[in-house]
């Protein structure tokens, strides 16, 4: 079964303090994975796309990576505004609009 | 641009009562989706519009209908809502640029079925 895992569910950064969310999925062919930002009482919002393995990207204090079976979303010297729930989602190879997505991961700064 | 807006923000509903969620974007995405937002579970989709005119189910479409009214607007309807479907409801468009997909979402409706 296509599933998608994101631990830890929660997590709690001192400011500066780096740190990991992973992302770990089982799905038949993967055509991307994507990573949002959720803040409270809001839609998620954007972050990132990933479509192989070795992929990296940026984008000021974070950065996303992708191997075969995971991705983590690294956070560097992370500051307040950095507290949100952080989606991950991938994207079957079969159908353009399947993705699924993982429960999250609650940070706080 | 607007992006993704969606109205109402909040609704309260009685069981068996019927309503519509609209939802419209400015960015003349061709894709359009509705999600629904669970305490302890992913977001789930509940059906998708690759086209005006087209619309798919999702993995649970089962109680809600939809019409793609034209390229920019997508909406959901509730024919008799029950408690089960209290949710947070997403909308969502999304575009291809160089291969690479991207999908915005719509602030949110929030639904209280009693």
């Known amino acids: 079964e296509d599933q998608v895992t994101q631990s830890p569910e929660a997590l709690r950064l001192q400011e500066g303090e780096s740190s990991s969310l992973n992302c770990s999925y089982t799905v038949s062919g993967l055509r991307g994975l994507f990573w949002y930002r959720q803040d409270p009482g809001k839609g998620p919002e954007f972050l990132f796309t990933l479509y192989s393995a070795g992929e990296e990207k940026e984008k000021e204090r974070l950065k996303a990576t992708l191997t075969k079976k995971e991705s983590f979303l690294h956070i560097t010297a992370p500051k307040p505004e950095d507290s949100a729930t952080y989606l991950c989602a991938v994207q079957e190879e079969s159908g353009t609009y399947k993705y699924i997505f993982g429960t999250g991961t609650r940070l706080k700064v | 641009n607007a992006g993704v807006t969606q109205t109402p923000k909040f609704q309260v509903l009685k069981t068996g009562q019927s309503m519509t969620l609209q939802c419209a974007q400015d960015m003349n995405h061709n894709s359009m989706y509705w999600y629904r937002q669970d305490p302890g579970m992913g977001l789930r989709l509940i059906y998708y519009?690759?086209?005006?005119?087209?619309?798919d189910k999702g993995e649970v479409p089962n109680g809600y209908n939809v019409s793609r009214l034209n390229k920019r607007e997508f909406s959901l309807r509730l024919e008799s809502a029950a408690p089960s479907q209290t949710s947070v409801y997403f909308c969502a468009s999304s575009v291809e640029t160089s291969g690479r997909e991207t999908q915005y979402f719509g602030p949110g409706t929030r639904l209280l079925v009693l």
């Open positions: 519009s690759a086209s005006e005119g087209t619309t």
